[in-house]
């Protein structure tokens, strides 16, 4: 079974602090993605990254970086946490694999800034 | 843009109907298509992948995908109220890296 993890179910972070939201795969898969979903608005991409030290912007990537040194590893870092930043974090896997691939989600990270 | 359109709904079916969920999407280049099943709270979980036109079933659920139409949906049959959830179509390029989700269609399965 692919296994996505997130290092945190819930977290409450104060307006201007730095959050790192971390993320692992244990199925070697190239790409990995960072979305956020709020009500009425859906899934939206942040960053995704389709190789180690390798990413590209996505929808929404504004006062948001990532980072990935290995493989299995994707990070995701708020700069300065701001209350619009409170959202559900959800990270993704997918290999690339014949047909395209199929997309794997973590347990998600629900952030509240105050 | 690449649109995937779903009716937000809410859909509700009774226990052991079939309930039909359906997807239009905008890009021609679009080669993979995918149904996941979200609880509340929880995250995403794929439930079912399709590539070629025509019908996949696994259990009790049916994808059936139109490419000449832009047209994916998903069947589920002998509802349960467990099927209770939010269903949301996702399409991708074979060669490119990203999704393109819908905003889901909320389902609910009365007793």
């Known amino acids: 079974d692919v296994k996505v993890t997130q290092s945190s179910r819930y977290l409450v972070k104060r307006t201007g602090e730095k959050v790192f939201l971390e993320c692992v795969q244990d199925?070697?898969?190239?790409?990995m993605f960072w979305y956020r979903q709020d009500p009425g608005l859906g899934l939206r991409l942040i960053y995704f990254?389709?190789?180690?030290?390798?990413?590209e912007k996505g929808d929404i990537p504004e006062g948001y970086s990532v980072s990935r040194e290995k493989k299995e590893r994707f990070s995701l870092i708020l700069e300065s946490a701001s209350t619009n930043q409170t959202s559900m974090y959800l990270c993704?896997?997918?290999?690339?694999?014949?047909?395209?691939?199929?997309?794997?989600f973590g347990p998600g990270t629900r952030l509240t800034v105050t | 843009q690449k649109e995937v359109e779903q009716n937000s709904g809410p859909l509700s079916v009774p226990e052991g109907a079939i309930a039909s969920l359906n997807c239009t999407y905008s890009?021609?280049?679009?080669?993979?298509f995918f149904w996941y099943r979200q609880y509340s709270g929880k995250s995403p979980e794929l439930i079912m992948s399709?590539?070629?036109?025509g019908d996949k079933e696994d259990g009790r659920f049916t994808a059936q995908l139109n490419k000449a139409s832009q047209y994916v949906s998903l069947l589920i049959r002998d509802s349960q109220p467990s099927d209770s959830a939010t269903y949301l179509c996702?399409?991708?390029?074979?060669?490119?890296?990203?999704?393109?989700f819908g905003t889901g269609t909320s389902l609910t399965v009365i007793p």
């Open positions: 990254s389709y190789d180690v030290k390798m990413k």
């Open positions: 996702a399409v991708s390029q074979n060669t490119g890296n990203q999704f393109y």
């Open positions: 399709i590539y070629s036109n």
């Open positions: 890009d021609r280049g679009s080669q993979s």
């Open positions: 993704a896997s997918r290999t690339l694999g014949t047909g395209g691939g199929e997309q794997y």
């Open positions: 199925m070697d898969h190239e790409n």
